[in-house]
């Protein structure tokens, strides 16, 4: 009798262990990370306005729509404000089809400075760092 409830209980064990190797461990999905952008750097939705050729490539004149984030100590970047940024002009060849006037694209930049203006305007000056 103990033999028989021996053997039983081992084949129950053996079973309900063999069950569980077919069910999947099912974790919930993980959270998509977010950018953590560099003190100096927007993250934006911006409208191209222009497109002009400089010195060292491109600038593309644009208007924001939207500020997804900032990084540390950047200085706010009103909705609706124009902004302007450089691109060199390798940047510019490999994304000619995405950057046209009037396309919406989201964009990191990096605030490069400013530089005086007539009648003591500051110009903020961004570089293009990669298109969203």
């Not at 099912?26 to 191209?48: M, N, R, T, Y």
Request: glycine content about 6%; proline content about 4%.
């Amino acid at each position: 009798m103990k033999k028989i409830l021996l053997y039983s209980l081992i084949l129950f064990l053996g079973f309900s262990c063999a069950s569980n190797k077919n069910k999947r461990n099912k974790s919930p999905d993980k959270p998509v990370a977010e950018i953590s952008l560099a003190p100096g750097h927007i993250h934006a939705l911006v409208e191209i306005t222009n497109i002009v050729d400089s010195e060292n490539g491109q600038t593309i004149y644009s208007l924001v729509k939207k500020v997804m984030d900032y990084g540390s100590s950047t200085q706010p970047v009103p909705a609706e404000s124009s902004i302007s940024f450089s691109i060199t002009q390798a940047f510019f060849d490999e994304l000619k089809s995405t950057l046209k006037k009037g396309e919406k694209i989201a964009v990191i930049l990096s605030d490069e400075g400013s530089q005086m203006m007539m009648g003591n305007q500051k110009n903020r000056i961004w570089k293009l760092i990669s298109i969203q």
